[in-house]
């Protein structure tokens, strides 16, 4: 690696790569993005002219195999995030991964003994953490302003599957996603649960629903099958004795991204929510024994460095572990944790029955 910079390589240059990904190397002053590779050619290409990259390809094997890349970056549907990651760490490059990491409970952990063998910085782009309102809240549970925690009410509701015109994507087939909502927006608010309270979930019982079982095909001819839940909840347990409640659907009429997650302890409370970024509502003390809840400001040590939403955070993060050889957070111990969690969702919802975690 040069000692002044990281050389990138992206994998997966669609929406929230060309959005967020590039966009944060690029913003970076010691990160370059060297090549970029994707299925379809002209969608890299155009990507690598945006971006100022110099190799182009849709084999994502040559790139990884690369000497001028230092890590490499996956943005793809997640079928293919363990494939990729394990052929960048063998071909010792440091990874970081959209989420959720893999397909499995299994695949992640096979992801972590590949990099511990190479000593491989890895990462799991959770975006919501670099939010400055969830920085804040995170802060404040960590040093214990609101006490022992009873209840974690998480919630992520989306609305644009409503339609049953809306069409099929890779995202509700089976066998490109794993999962449905679960996995796409759930993981998000287990992530955010998980970092707020410190706390592991050690067992769930569910219940996931397809609303909308054929959608028109890309092409407008036919229709095909959508073999992945519209809708997700369950009850959770925390390791510190708290009880979760998590809803997430894509099929919430008239909601865009609405993020929301309350915590309450047993000296105060807090709420989190996507849509502010400037104020959390909060009660402690003497608000928290009249049974008032209070909006209070974010402090400005807690705007990330995008200014904005926070979106690039991890994107820095990840050069920054790489440059200053420390372990990133998230990284991939933290995806195999919130694996295990979907996978528990997924065996619950079969059959109705509690799931307990970790798995043997």
Same mark, same amino acid.
């Given at each position: 690696?040069?000692?002044? =910079?990281?050389?990138? +390589? ?30 379809? %050619? ?8 945006? &971006? ?37 760490? /063998? ?10 990491? @893999?397909?499995?409970? @299994? ?12 000593? @491989? ?5 959770? #975006? ?17 302003h609101i006490g022992r925690i009873f209840h974690v009410n998480a ?23 794993? #999962?449905?909502?679960?996995?796409? %927006? ?24 397809? &609303? ?32 979760? #409640? ?5 099929? @919430? #009429?008239?909601? +865009? ?8 302890? =047993? ?13 959390? =509502?909060a009660s402690v003390g003497h608000f928290a024994k009249e049974y008032?809840? %209070? ?30 050889? /420390?372990?990133?957070v998230p990284n991939f111990a933290d995806g195999l944790e919130n694996? =295990? ?20």
């Amino acid at each position: 690696m040069s000692s002044s =910079e990281v050389r990138i +390589g992206v994998v997966g240059t669609g929406g929230f790569a060309n959005q967020v990904h590039m966009p944060g190397y690029h913003a970076h002053p010691r990160a370059k993005i060297v090549g970029v590779c994707d299925i379809i %050619l002209e969608r890299a290409e155009a990507a690598a002219k945006r &971006f100022g990259a110099t190799f182009v390809t849709d084999d994502y094997k040559e790139l990884v195999s690369r000497d001028d890349i230092d890590a490499i970056d996956v943005v793809t549907p997640n079928v293919v995030h363990v494939p990729i990651a394990l052929a960048a760490i /063998k071909a010792g490059k440091h990874v970081i991964c959209e989420k959720p990491l @893999a397909m499995s409970h @299994a695949e992640a952990q096979e992801l972590i003994a590949a990099a511990k063998e190479t000593g @491989a910085k890895t990462g799991v782009n959770f #975006t919501y953490r670099g939010h400055p309102a969830s920085r804040y809240a995170q802060y404040l549970i960590s040093r214990g302003h609101i006490g022992r925690i009873f209840h974690v009410n998480a919630f992520y509701m989306q609305g644009w599957l409503v339609s049953p015109d809306t069409p099929i994507v890779w995202r509700l087939q089976k066998d490109m996603t794993g #999962t449905g909502v679960l996995g796409d %927006l759930g993981s998000h608010v287990i992530d955010l649960a998980c970092w707020f309270t410190g706390a592991k979930i050690t067992s769930v019982v569910a219940d996931m629903s397809t &609303f909308v079982e054929e959608r028109p095909l890309p092409g407008g001819t036919g229709k095909g099958k959508v073999d992945v839940d519209d809708a997700s909840t369950f009850l959770a347990r925390f390791d510190n004795g708290a009880m979760g #409640t998590f809803v997430s659907s894509r099929n @919430a #009429t008239a909601r +865009g991204n609405y993020q929301r997650i309350e915590v309450y302890g =047993e000296s105060g409370a807090l709420v989190y929510s996507w849509d502010d970024k400037e104020y959390l =509502e909060a009660s402690v003390g003497h608000f928290a024994k009249e049974y008032q809840m %209070l909006k209070i400001p974010v402090p400005a040590r807690f705007t990330p460095r995008d200014g904005g939403t926070g979106f690039t955070e991890n994107i820095s993060n990840f050069i920054d572990a790489i440059l200053n050889d /420390k372990e990133m957070v998230p990284n991939f111990a933290d995806g195999l944790e919130n694996q =295990e969690v979907l996978d528990a969702v997924s065996m619950s919802a079969e059959d109705g029955t509690w799931v307990s975690i970790p798995f043997n």
